[in-house]
Each structure stands twice: as structure tokens, then as C-alpha cells.
């Protein structure tokens, strides 16, 4: 709503920079990130009060790690929710409401997700137990969220061909068009990116702090493919509009780095499947809405990592009955291993880093 200031731009000279998507961005960041630093505190205590400690797992596999984690009995979750709210309020400021779609099909797919998300966590609290949801409805949400996304997108003259090419990096001119097929493909983007930082958020900070490598990554493509002169010097399909979902992937970066400041370790509140499907499900929605599905692997690689870690280690174990790792998702094989949780974190937050430096280097490299 802010955008329309720029209206009054002849009576205060300063209202004009409203009209620039670069300082809506910015702006848009840093809102998200100042309102997660004053609502945190109230969240977290109404969560205290409500009882909504998350239940640790008591197997005996994994004894060894619930005694690492034995702090963490008790500490809120469903923080995912302040997130959430956030990012909307953020972009109800700063966004352009009339050439907004895109910002709202990705806001409608990260509730959708995030609603699934706090059911989820809620049943876990309710029933003091690590099991929530059954795993087949929250995919069959996944998948729902990856085929109506896909649906409305290719129905608009819009941004049908670019919804039906998929781009590769590093490759000038190369795409795939996948026509209808696309559908699924979407499907099981929006399906493996939710579930990618579900797996991810097992430590304090670990998904949040991937999270914002990410989604700079993207903010700064959507900037690019909404720019049309940009987008044909770097020879990227132009997507109209984009650059207001940059604004969107700047409220996410900021709020998830205004969650962090309560989440880092020892977290004060987890996010829950309430943030980390509706966080990963966002990022799969932008990847598809900007055209660059293949490079939220390269982006996301540490996201990528911790869901083959699981699909490596229950194949071989059904395989062979043994076990490739102490314990997946692979942050908990290295904690087993002997690395303080703090340790691995900041690790694998330099990893994603370098993912994301690789990623962006394919602006160029093409």
C-alpha cells in the first residue's frame, strides 16, 4: 500500500521513492525483520502459556541424541507462525496490489502449507507425542498446493509460456518445454522443497539460516526476469510483474532473519512443520514463478543434501539392514559424530552460502 505514496510525489519530492521496487524491497526486509523482533517476545510467551513444548523423540535408536537434545524438552514451537505473519504484513505494505499476483499465489500457497504445518504441530503438542499428521495427508497437500499453483499459472496468457518452459542454468537459450506436464513437475517441486526444509529444521537456527540464502538467491532473480531490459542482457525469459515477488522473497529473508534472533541456539522457540512446509513450499512456488525450478537444487543444496541423506538411508537400510549414516537427516549424523549442534549449523550455513554464491554466478556464466 506504501507504493501508492509516490502519487503525492509533487507535494513531497521524497514520497517518489515509493515507485522504485529497490527500495520496496529493502523496505520490505526490513519491516519484516523489525516486526518479528517486536512480536517475537509476545508470540513466544502466548506459546509458553498455551503449553506448546514440542515432544522430543524417546526411541531407543536414538537415546544417545535425545540426551543431547534433553534442553530442548519443553521449548515452544509453531514460531513458524510469526513468520507467517510477517511476511503478509510486509508485503500488504510494500507490494503493488494490482500487479501483486504472483506475491499472492506464493502467499496462498506458503498459508495453505503453513496451516497444514500447525495442524501438524498441534496434534504433536496435543498428544505429547513426535507424530502428528499421517505423512500421505500432508503430501497429498504438498502435491495439491504443486497443482493448483501450476493450474493458475498456466491459464494466464501471462505467464503460461514461461510456467511451461523449464530453464536450465548455465545454459544460454537451453529449456525444456513441458507443456501440461508441467503440472506434475510442479508438483513435485512444491512436494520436495517442503519436505527438503521440513527434514532441514532439526537443529536451532539450521533452516532458518539456509532459508535466507535462498531466498536472496531468488529475490534477486525475480528482480532480474521482472526487469525486461535486465532479463535480455542476461538472456533470461522476462516474467511481468516479478520484480514485485523480489518483494516477497525479501519479507521472507527478512523475517526468517528476525525469527533467527530467537530461534539461534539455545532457541527460545522452534519454527515447526508450521514454518519449515510453508517456508519450503514458498521457495518452490517462487522457483516456478520466475521459471528456474533446476536451480533451487544448486540454490538450495544444502536443503537438497538433508532430504537424500533420508531417501539413501532408508533405501539401503531396506536394502541391506544396515545403516549408511550414525543417523539421518545427515545433521544428526554428525552430531552423533561428535560436532557440537553450533558447530554443525554454522557449517552447513557456509555450505548453503556457497551454494548460493554458485547459484548466482549462473546470471552470468551462460
Request: aromatic share 12%; with cysteine.
Amino acid at each position: 500500500m506504501l507504493y501508492y505514496l509516490h502519487h503525492f510525489h509533487h507535494a513531497f519530492t521524497l514520497l517518489n521513492v515509493f515507485h522504485y521496487v529497490t527500495f520496496r524491497i529493502v523496505g520490505a526486509a526490513m519491516t519484516s525483520l523489525v516486526f518479528c523482533w517486536i512480536v517475537g517476545p509476545w508470540l513466544i510467551e502466548i506459546l509458553r502459556r498455551l503449553k506448546m513444548g514440542q515432544p522430543l523423540r524417546q526411541k531407543e535408536e536414538v537415546h544417545k541424541l535425545a540426551e543431547l537434545h534433553s534442553g530442548k524438552k519443553g521449548t515452544p514451537t509453531m514460531g513458524g507462525l510469526l513468520i507467517l505473519l510477517a511476511v503478509a504484513a510486509s508485503c500488504l505494505l510494500w507490494v503493488r496490489l494490482e500487479e501483486a499476483k504472483l506475491v499472492w499465489i506464493s502467499l496462498g500457497a506458503m498459508f495453505f502449507l503453513g496451516g497444514i504445518g500447525f495442524l501438524d504441530d498441534y496434534l504433536k503438542v496435543s498428544k505429547k507425542k513426535s507424530a502428528g499428521l499421517p505423512g500421505r495427508l500432508k503430501l497429498v497437500a504438498q502435491v495439491a498446493t504443486g497443482l493448483a499453483v501450476g493450474a493458475i499459472l498456466l491459464a494466464d496468457p501471462t505467464y503460461r509460456q514461461v510456467a511451461r518452459e523449464m530453464s536450465i542454468p548455465f545454459l544460454r537459450t537451453a529449456s525444456v518445454d513441458l507443456g501440461w506436464w508441467a503440472l506434475l513437475f510442479f508438483a513435485f517441486v512444491v512436494t520436495g522443497a517442503s519436505n527438503a526444509v521440513n527434514l532441514t529444521d532439526g537443529l536451532d537456527g539450521l533452516a532458518g539460516g539456509c532459508t535466507i540464502t535462498v531466498a536472496l538467491v531468488y529475490a534477486i532473480f525475480a528482480y532480474v526476469v521482472g526487469n525486461v531490459k535486465m532479463a535480455a542482457y542476461l538472456f533470461m525469459p522476462y516474467v511481468p510483474h516479478a520484480g514485485e515477488l523480489a518483494i516477497f522473497c525479501a519479507a521472507l529473508l527478512g523475517a526468517t532473519l528476525g525469527f533467527l534472533w530467537y530461534n539461534c541456539h539455545p532457541a527460545r522457540v522452534f519454527m515447526g512443520d508450521t514454518g519449515s512446509l510453508a517456508i519450503g513450499g514458498a521457495l518452490g512456488v517462487v522457483a516456478i514463478c520466475v521459471g528456474q525450478e533446476l536451480l533451487l537444487v544448486l540454490a538450495g543444496g544444502v536443503f537438497v543434501v538433508e532430504a537424500l541423506s533420508v531417501i539413501i538411508q532408508v533405501s539401503f537400510f531396506k536394502m541391506t539392514g544396515r545403516r549408511v549414516f550414525a543417523m539421518s537427516p545427515i545433521h544428526h549424523h554428525f552430531e552423533l559424530k561428535g560436532w557440537a549442534e553450533s558447530q554443525v549449523t554454522i557449517r552447513f550455513w557456509i555450505m548453503s552460502l556457497l551454494c548460493a554464491l554458485l547459484a548466482l554466478s549462473s546470471l552470468k556464466l551462460r
